[in-house]
């Protein structure tokens, strides 16, 4: 199976390196060419809970070299009908394009470019940190869901047996949205809270005015996810933003690793979505309506920092 990687973050230089140590053809693309002309010199350098190790990984800008059977996307959400337009033009027909991204919206924006058969969405509990171009650690092991599973013989099947012989936990299912939004409420209670305190995630559930607002977001995301009839795959959210915030004590959360880099960040897909969705169908967010601001608020001032 060959395997195309779309975006050099940290999930994608995972994914990239376990794949290709496992024997996959694998390619990376990038839009830098001067990133992409480092990673091509130095390899994609791995530390952390799997040890320490480089693998050589073709990066390019342009012309991807093979014809890949599976796509990867790993882009920030917001770049998600970009890079869709941009491999459209000549990616093969055969070829399916799987999402593991933040927040919700990206399987239906790829299903309008490439056709609903042709894509796979899911989630991963894995966590890395991009320490430079190429350069990750790997900061946590998690479980990695796909679906929807279709045949027993089919992309989805193929796909999980390539993620377990390249070492990650994986699974199929039938109905991947729901597994899509119990990330999304996590994400809604932690990542944009993290970018606004700059506090690691552990930290959280211990102060208590983070606590209450990260309590407050939870409630409006569930109210919303519940209105959609989504059947969220634990039974006690926050209890589970909060096993999240124990779990991941010492991570640098998505959202405050971009903030630090003064990037623009996923807010929108993820407190943003709260908002967009509680509009549609009546229903009050101003926890999340003010979390969203207030990052919206950062990311425009970062060279007025005082």
Same mark, same amino acid.
């Given at each position: 199976?060959?395997?195309l990687?779309?975006? $050099?973050?940290?999930?994608?230089?995972?994914?990239? =390196?376990?794949?290709?140590?496992?024997?996959?053809?694998v390619?990376?693309?990038?839009?830098?060419?001067?990133?992409?002309?480092?990673?091509?010199?130095?390899?994609?350098?791995?530390?952390?809970?799997?040890?320490?190790? =480089?693998?050589?990984?073709?990066?390019?800008?342009?012309?991807?070299?093979?014809? $890949?059977?599976?796509?990867?996307?790993?882009?920030?959400?917001?770049?998600?009908?970009?890079?869709?337009?941009?491999?459209?033009? *000549?990616?093969?027909?055969?070829?399916?394009?799987?999402?593991?991204?933040?927040?919700?919206?990206?399987?239906?924006?790829?299903?309008?470019?490439?056709?609903?058969?042709?894509?796979l969405?899911?989630?991963?509990?894995?966590?890395?940190?991009?320490?430079? @171009?190429?350069?990750?650690?790997?900061?946590?092991?998690?479980?990695?869901?796909?679906? @929807?599973?279709?045949?027993?013989?089919? $992309? &989805?099947?193929?796909?999980?047996?390539?993620?377990?012989?390249?070492?990650?936990?994986?699974e199929?299912?039938?109905? %991947?949205?729901?597994?899509? *939004?119990?990330?999304?409420?996590?994400?809604?209670?932690?990542? &944009?809270?993290?970018?606004?305190?700059?506090?690691?995630n552990?930290?959280?559930p211990?102060?208590?005015?983070?606590?209450?607002?990260?309590?407050? &977001?939870?409630? !409006?995301? %569930?109210?919303?996810?519940?209105?959609?009839?989504?059947?969220? @795959?634990?039974?006690?959210?926050?209890?589970?933003?909060?096993?999240?915030?124990?779990?991941?004590?010492?991570?640098? =959360?998505?959202?405050?690793?971009?903030?630090?880099?003064?990037?623009?960040?996923?807010?929108? =897909?993820?407190?943003?979505?709260? %908002?967009? !969705?509680g509009?549609?169908?009546?229903?009050?967010? @101003?926890?999340?309506?003010?979390?969203?601001?207030?990052?919206?608020?950062?990311? !425009?001032?970062?060279?007025?920092?005082?």
């Open positions: 199976m060959k395997f990687i779309v975006g $050099p973050g940290a999930m994608g230089c995972l994914f990239a =390196a376990r794949l290709s140590k496992a024997g996959f053809d390619t990376l693309l990038d839009y830098i060419e001067e990133r992409a002309k480092q990673i091509n010199e130095q390899g994609l350098l791995v530390e952390g809970v799997t040890g320490e190790y =480089a693998v050589k990984v073709p990066t390019v800008t342009g012309d991807v070299p093979s014809s $890949p059977d599976m796509v990867l996307l790993c882009v920030k959400s917001y770049k998600t009908r970009q890079a869709g337009e941009t491999i459209k033009a *000549w990616l093969p027909a055969r070829a399916v394009v799987v999402t593991l991204q933040n927040g919700v919206g990206n399987v239906e924006i790829l299903e309008r470019i490439f056709g609903k058969e042709r894509i969405g899911g989630v991963t509990s894995e966590g890395a940190t991009l320490l430079g @171009p190429g350069k990750i650690r790997h900061a946590g092991q998690g479980e990695t869901i796909i679906g @929807p599973a279709g045949d027993p013989i089919g $992309p &989805a099947q193929n796909l999980v047996s390539a993620f377990e012989q390249a070492g990650f936990k994986a199929s299912v039938d109905n %991947v949205s729901d597994l899509i *939004w119990g990330k999304l409420i996590v994400n809604v209670g932690i990542n &944009a809270l993290t970018a606004i305190t700059r506090l690691k552990g930290r959280l211990e102060v208590p005015g983070t606590r209450l607002v990260l309590k407050e &977001a939870v409630k !409006e995301a %569930v109210a919303v996810a519940g209105a959609k009839n989504i059947q969220l @795959p634990y039974g006690d959210p926050l209890g589970r933003v909060m096993q999240v915030c124990e779990a991941t004590a010492d991570n640098v =959360a998505s959202m405050l690793q971009d903030v630090l880099k003064e990037k623009e960040t996923e807010v929108d =897909a993820i407190n943003g979505a709260i %908002v967009r !969705e509009e549609a169908l009546g229903i009050p967010t @101003p926890v999340n309506r003010t979390l969203t601001s207030l990052v919206h608020a950062i990311q !425009e001032t970062y060279r007025e920092r005082i």
